[in-house]
């Protein structure tokens, strides 16, 4: 299992990125990806899960009605839209798929290295 | 929604046995499936045990999970502690709409 993140930066307050996470190693199609969040210091925040054949999307009510989370079957790759960046959302965001097969969560993940997101003006 | 609760820190001496709590605030502990997470300092998270008591492969028979509904907590006991062991240990599980719940983290100090 390979999961690479990538698209982080830095960004003003309010502006929009685009994070990716290519997979590779498994079926893609088979398996729930999720994106977790970790802010410099600080514990590990669950931010969105999408199932194994995107039919369900679920987001923590931090980031509800701003991020969405979507995947592209032809190029392996999950991506994170997040809109709105406020400072608080600055952090690691990591992409991790979980252990549970045909399913939406459930389980444990295998984790990406991570791309640093920065909010500041 | 719920919470997990674990201790911020605890600290033991090589060879000893170590046990880090995770309380869940409501709901029972037993309704979703408990995660442990390790973290080294300036790594990536790995998982350590998965569905409660499941170890990933690779993962030493020192460390074990385990559910108690009487406490409704999850704890992860890790056992003949090595220096290696020194991390972050986060427990997670997940609420009855997908959503990812975390424990706050707990430093494991071994001295």
């Not at chain 2, 046995?17 to 408990?34: D, E, H, L, M």
Request: proline share 3%.
């Amino acid at each position: 299992v390979q999961l690479v993140e990538s698209g982080g930066g830095v960004v003003q307050p309010g502006t929009s990125l685009r994070l990716s996470c290519a997979a590779s190693g498994f079926t893609f199609t088979s398996y729930g990806i999720h994106w977790v969040r970790q802010a410099p210091g600080k514990g590990l925040e669950w931010v969105a899960v999408i199932c194994y054949d995107g039919s369900n999307k679920y987001y923590a009510d931090s980031v509800k009605g701003r991020f969405t989370i979507s995947r592209d079957t032809s190029k392996n790759t999950v991506y994170l839209q997040m809109n709105s960046l406020r400072a608080e959302d600055t952090a690691v965001y990591y992409c991790a798929r979980d252990f549970r097969y045909r399913t939406t969560a459930g389980s444990g993940m295998d984790w990406g290295q991570g791309t640093l997101v920065t909010v500041s003006s | 929604n719920f919470m997990l609760t674990q201790p911020h820190s605890v600290s033991e001496s090589p060879g000893k046995t170590v046990t880090i709590s995770c309380t869940r605030s409501s709901g029972s502990i037993a309704t979703n499936y408990v995660q442990w997470y390790q973290q080294r300092p300036g790594s990536v998270p790995t998982t350590v045990i998965y569905e409660d008591n499941q170890k990933v492969s690779g993962v030493p028979d020192r460390f074990t999970g385990s559910i108690d509904s009487s406490s409704n907590s999850a704890s992860l006991t890790i056992s003949g502690l090595k220096t290696e062991d020194e991390a972050d240990y986060y427990c997670q599980s997940y609420d009855s709409n997908n959503h990812g719940v975390f424990g706050g983290g707990t430093k494991l100090t071994v001295l």
